[in-house]
């Protein structure tokens, strides 16, 4: 079993940033894929950032490459989502999710453990 719980969403201005937070527990954490997610209002939950807890690599959706960081720190079991030069279009509910695959994915059926989700909200 897998614990997730986020935080540091907010309000902020187009051109802002913002760190999100993904506090994890869970005895095999440590083998796990990472991913942020998010979902806005109508739409459907699309994968943002995802890394391999094992080797750190990464993976980015196109549409928030160069602007979005996923990374982790192991001592503190901890996820984190940087996120600059933020967008109107990236206002959305983000979670953080584990998912027990070896192989990095971005695909929200492949993750079943899931936070309860953070506010991101940006204004032009």
């Known amino acids: 079993q897998v614990q997730l719980a986020e935080s540091g969403g907010g309000s902020v201005q187009a051109g802002e940033s913002l760190r999100l937070s993904c506090a994890a527990s869970?005895?095999?954490?440590?083998?796990?894929?990472m991913g942020w997610f998010r979902q806005a209002p109508g739409q459907e939950r699309e994968g943002v950032a995802a890394?391999?807890?094992?080797?750190?690599?990464?993976y980015y959706a196109d549409s928030v490459k160069g602007r979005f960081t996923i990374s982790q720190d192991n001592a503190k079991n901890t996820l984190y989502l940087q996120m600059n030069s933020l967008k109107p279009e990236d206002t959305a509910m983000y979670y953080c999710?584990?998912?027990?695959?070896?192989?990095?994915?971005?695909?929200?059926?492949?993750?079943?453990?899931w936070g309860q989700g953070t506010q991101v909200s940006v204004s032009s």
């Open positions: 999710a584990a998912s027990p695959r070896t192989a990095i994915s971005m695909r929200p059926m492949d993750f079943g453990y």
């Open positions: 869970g005895s095999t954490y440590r083998r796990y894929c």
């Open positions: 890394i391999l807890r094992g080797s750190g690599s990464t």
